[in-house]
T-cell receptor, first 114, second 113 residues
Framework: AAGVIQSPRHLIKEKRETATLKCYPI?????VYWYQQGPGQDPQFLIS???????DKGSIPDRFSAQQFSDYHSELNMSSLELGDSALYFC?????????????FGPGTRLTVL | AQKITQTQPGMFVQEKEAVTLDCTYDTSDQSYGLFWYKQPSSGEMIFLIYQGSYDEQNATEGRYSLNFQKARKSANLVISASQLGDSAMYFCVPLGSARQLTFGSGTQLTVLP
């Protein structure tokens, strides 16, 4: 079965640089969630989209922005990167109207800021 | 909002034995859901099982089953016949009203050969 695809899988950036993470949800899934998991920490919800509109916002820094495109893929844009942004970034997708609201996670993008 | 408590930061189990990972929750919602996710050391987050508050039967999925006791507000995960590949962090995760997932500290399970 198709899974959530995230690219790149690994990314190394310098402080103050920008980064763009991409997420391709499971086919027919129209809701996307972004989570950030710092080293040794629990995943934290950042932002979500439903039908290309932002549906909810969590602890996402103002330096970050995201959007969902017409093909339902989503991109997380991160600017002025800081050392503390080093983390595993997950994208999860869900089928609206599904029986259980189950979110299926991608493999994550591991961002390292030097 | 739901609050989840996983009281076992670390658990050990012998290969081929069963293990129960505890999860208690606190909610005032009448309708709610609980997920269990597994995160091995490689980092991916894997959906295991879901329990809805109105589900009449305990959820089961292969070697995973939920011991759901609504009156006690507990949704313990039972893994039967543990395998070395079951070694991972396990998260009991409530479904928030805004539909995002709120992760707690989880339980680190180690399966011993």
């Amino acid at each position: 079965a198709a899974g959530v695809i995230q690219s790149p899988r690994h990314l190394i950036k310098e402080k103050r640089e920008t980064a763009t993470l991409k997420c391709y949800p499971i086919p027919r899934h129209d809701t996307v969630y972004w989570y950030q998991q710092g080293p040794g920490q629990d995943p934290q919800f950042l932002i979500s989209f439903y039908e290309k509109m932002q549906s909810d916002k969590g602890s996402i820094p103002d330096r970050f922005s995201a959007q969902q495109f017409s093909d339902y893929h989503s991109e997380l844009n991160m600017s002025s990167l800081e050392l503390g942004d080093s983390a595993l970034y997950f994208c999860a997708s869900k089928e609206a109207g599904g029986a259980t609201d189950t979110q299926y996670f991608g493999p994550g993008t591991r961002l390292t800021v030097l | 909002a739901q609050k989840i408590t996983q009281t076992q930061p670390g658990m050990f189990v012998q290969e081929k034995e069963a293990v129960t990972l505890d999860c208690t929750y606190d909610t005032s919602d009448q309708s709610y859901g609980l997920f269990w996710y597994k995160q091995p050391s490689s980092g991916e987050m894997i959906f295991l099982i879901y329990q809805g508050s109105y589900d009449e039967q305990n959820a089961t999925e292969g070697r995973y089953s939920l011991n759901f006791q609504k009156a006690r507000k507990s949704a313990n995960l039972v893994i039967s016949a543990s395998q070395l590949g079951d070694s991972a962090m396990y998260f009991c995760v409530p479904l928030g009203s805004a539909r995002q997932l709120t992760f707690g500290s989880g339980t680190q399970l180690t399966v011993l050969p």
